[in-house]
């Protein structure tokens, strides 16, 4: 059995106070990081990217960065992030052409980090059955990716099932949009372990009872 692990977004938190946000849900019990990277081309929106990662790494070394790059060129900046402190460099499979996918994964590992493919909700899973051997991670979204606070797509958990009926021995599967107390449990059933969370957690009041809750049920 996988453990759960919980990582907060921080997009929709109050992004001039980063590290403080950042540090907040990290004593509440938050196991990793998520830090979306947005390019304005992969996605109709802009948000942060290596210049700001390297200094949340100096405010808060020792936790686990998890990068999900929503970028159109997702080989240009591994080399970035990795001098940024990343540890899981996740790059979109629809930003990708069947001749540089490999080429990416092999230049995330050389760069010490964890690779991670995401799926847009249209994206068929079984698109990835040629790469799952060779990843640590594969990201699906449960929303359109762009924005946070958007609703969770339930339909997307036959993908889960699919990848832990199919794939037994693959570790990590990360399910991200739109998961809150309620929805996690469709993420438990199905077979994720690695849940991001966004504007659930920044909004909670007891974020610290509510991590706890969320990592129990997917242990459970
Ligand atoms: C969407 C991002 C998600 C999102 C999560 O493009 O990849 O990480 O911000 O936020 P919530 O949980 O609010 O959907
Ligand atoms: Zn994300």
């Given amino acids: 059995q996988l453990k759960g692990l919980i990582g907060p977004s921080i997009l929709n938190a109050d992004l001039s106070t980063l590290a403080e946000e950042s540090r907040r849900l990290l004593n509440a019990g938050?196991?990793?990081?998520?830090?979306?990277?947005?390019?304005?081309?992969?996605?109709?929106?802009?948000?942060?990217?290596?210049?700001?990662?390297?200094?949340?790494?100096?405010?808060?070394?020792?936790?686990?960065?998890?990068?999900?790059?929503?970028?159109?060129?997702?080989?240009q900046w591994i080399e970035e992030m990795a001098g940024a402190g990343v540890n899981q460099y996740t790059f979109h499979i629809e930003s990708t052409t069947s001749d540089n996918i490999y080429d990416i994964i092999r230049k995330i590992k050389e760069a010490?980090?964890?690779?991670?493919?995401?799926?847009?909700?249209?994206?068929?899973?079984?698109?990835?059955?040629?790469?799952?051997?060779?990843?640590?991670?594969?990201?699906?979204?449960t929303v359109e990716p762009g924005f946070g606070g958007q609703k969770f797509m339930n339909d997307m958990m036959d993908k889960i099932r699919w990848l832990r009926k199919n794939y037994p021995?693959?570790?990590?599967i990360e399910v991200d949009g739109g998961v809150n107390l309620k929805t996690i449990?469709?993420?438990?059933?199905?077979?994720?372990?690695?849940?991001?969370?966004?504007?659930?957690?920044i909004e909670s009041k007891q974020a610290n009872k509510d991590i706890e809750h969320m990592r129990q049920l997917?242990?459970?």
């Avoid at 700001?52 to 686990?64: D, T």
């Avoid at 493919?117 to 790469?131: A, E, M, R």
């Avoid at 021995?169 to 990590?172: E, G, R, Y």
């Fill in 30 to 75: 938050a196991d990793y990081l998520h830090l979306d990277v947005m390019d304005g081309h992969f996605v109709p929106n802009l948000t942060i990217g290596h210049p700001v990662i390297k200094c949340l790494r100096k405010n808060i070394p020792n936790v686990y960065f998890d990068a999900h790059m929503m970028v159109s060129k997702p080989e």
């Fill in 112 to 141: 010490d980090m964890k690779v991670g493919i995401g799926i847009k909700p249209k994206t068929d899973v079984k698109v990835l059955s040629d790469f799952i051997n060779d990843i640590d991670v594969i990201l699906i979204m």
């Fill in 169 to 172: 021995q693959l570790l990590h």
């Fill in 185 to 201: 449990e469709d993420c438990a059933q199905a077979g994720a372990n690695m849940i991001v969370s966004g504007s659930a957690l």
């Fill in 218 to 220: 997917i242990d459970e």
